[in-house]
């Protein structure tokens, strides 16, 4: 099946049955025409395939006399920065996150620094679609130009300056970091220096080959596990490729879900805060959150699942952070967008506040079992098949902001078509392990039958 998707998250797909310079070029000619040829910040990940659709990209916007900083290799929530720092019109960001090596994206950005939400969204994709692009004569095309000086050290002195580097730098911590061969090894050395740890870094060399899953999980912190009792590390993260998605290691070795990254943080952001504050995650979050949440008096918004929407309504109700269950956090006063650095930085922070081990915060947070799982199915099947499960679960309140989800007393059901993969997401959260898997197996079985 060729996978191909164009969404909130922009042009996305395998590369050579489905995502083709071609069509690349078409894009990213119509991002250039969006922006009515200004200036727009390009970047890229290190997958094997960003080289070529830089080209391709850098080729488009040129002939739509765009001024162009090339960012080369460098982070999504980095490149997110350049855009509002450089007061660019907008920003091509080419790189797939948390998808397989042989994926590959090209992700639009606003003048704001966030993704375009669905109305600037399906007006690009209006242009797109329409298949008239600007088209500058020989001496008008646009120029490219490097990065300014000193970009890394404000991007740094951004998120450096909403926690305490002197706290944390006192506690003199030993850090692992996983980057999966991706582009937030650049910033590396710097942000280790601003926080006085020692940082050992797994994975730093982007050599275009992804060495693991890139989607932080605990099936994909083991390397980062089996170092942490020899180094006596006192915490390690994974990242995936393009650093806007975490998961934690803690210093026990216990591998955690990456469920339990934004409960984490929100739980530190609200204590330090001192006042009731909203929260914006989406409708398959862990109910930790919530219970982490209404501890600090606080309110949860929730909204569809990504980080257009996600941002979108944490920038309209003034919410102090937001974040989802895929281990992305995104504050207020940062960047529009989903940052792993901030998040370690965070993270360390409140071990440094509390005087705690990465394990005694893991501990101070209530746990449910969640269970993920995917079923095949063609987008234009999902939705009709969805709605045949309405009434297999008599008992449960049932929300349809976002997909299907199901809420009994002691869990809940989440069921959605993906935007980015030809599949049906499912997610199962309870109380216990057994009940978790159960509930998930006779779901699953529902979707497989109605599927097939």
């Known amino acids: 099946m060729q996978s191909l998707r164009l969404g909130s998250a922009g042009m996305r797909g395998e590369i050579g049955s489905a995502l083709t310079p071609t069509l690349v070029i078409n894009f990213a000619s ?46 999504a929530p980095f490149l997110q920065f350049l855009v509002t720092h450089l007061k660019a019109d907008g920003g091509l960001l080419i790189g797939a996150g948390h998808h397989p090596a042989e994926w590959n994206a090209i992700v639009p950005i606003g003048e704001n620094g966030a993704y375009l939400n669905n109305r600037r969204m399906q007006e690009l994709l209006d242009v797109y679609h329409n298949g008239h692009f600007r088209n500058c004569v020989w001496n008008k095309i646009g120029k490219l130009e490097p990065l300014p000086e000193k970009a890394y050290d404000k991007y740094l002195d951004k998120i450096c300056g909403l926690i305490d580097t002197n706290l944390i730098s006192a506690r003199k911590f030993k850090v692992i970091a996983d980057f999966c061969g991706g582009s937030g090894s650049c910033l590396a050395k710097g942000f280790a220096e601003r926080l006085g740890i020692e940082l050992i870094p797994l994975n730093d060399t982007p050599t275009g080959i992804l060495p693991h899953d890139p989607e932080p999980r605990p099936r994909s912190s083991f390397q980062v596990k089996s170092f942490m009792s020899h180094l006596k590390a006192d915490i390690g993260f994974v990242f995936n490729s393009d650093m806007s998605r975490t998961a934690i290691t803690t210093d026990t070795g216990e591998t955690l879900s990456e469920e339990y990254t934004f409960p984490l943080v929100a739980s530190h952001i609200l204590l330090k805060s001192k006042e009731p504050c909203i929260v914006v995650t989406n409708w398959c979050t862990t109910r930790t959150l919530d219970d982490v949440v209404a501890k600090c008096n606080g309110k949860v918004e929730k909204t569809k699942v990504g980080q257009a929407p996600i941002i979108d309504d944490m920038i309209e109700l003034d919410a102090k952070l937001a974040g989802d269950g895929s281990g992305s956090v995104a504050l207020k006063d940062s960047v529009p967008a989903f940052d792993s650095y901030l998040t370690m930085g965070i993270i360390l922070e409140s071990m440094a506040v509390r005087n705690a081990r990465s394990s005694e915060l893991a501990a101070s947070i209530p746990r449910y079992h969640i269970i993920k799982r995917k079923v095949n199915c063609h987008s234009s099947h999902a939705y009709t098949l969805l709605r045949n499960l309405k009434s297999q679960f008599p008992g449960a309140k049932l929300t349809e902001h976002d997909g299907f989800r199901f809420d009994w007393h002691d869990g809940w059901v989440h069921l959605r078509s993906a935007m980015t993969e030809p599949i049906i997401r499912m997610i199962v959260e309870w109380r216990t392990k057994e009940e978790a898997e159960e509930k998930a197996l006779q779901v699953r079985s ?7």
């Open 30 to 75: 119509a991002f250039g025409t969006y922006v009515e040829g200004g200036k727009v910040v390009i970047g890229r990940d290190s997958r094997s395939s960003s080289p070529m659709l830089h080209i391709a990209v850098t080729s488009a916007l040129q002939s739509c006399g765009c001024k162009i900083i090339d960012a080369g290799l460098c982070s």
């Open 446 to 452: 529902l979707l497989e039958r109605l599927v097939g």
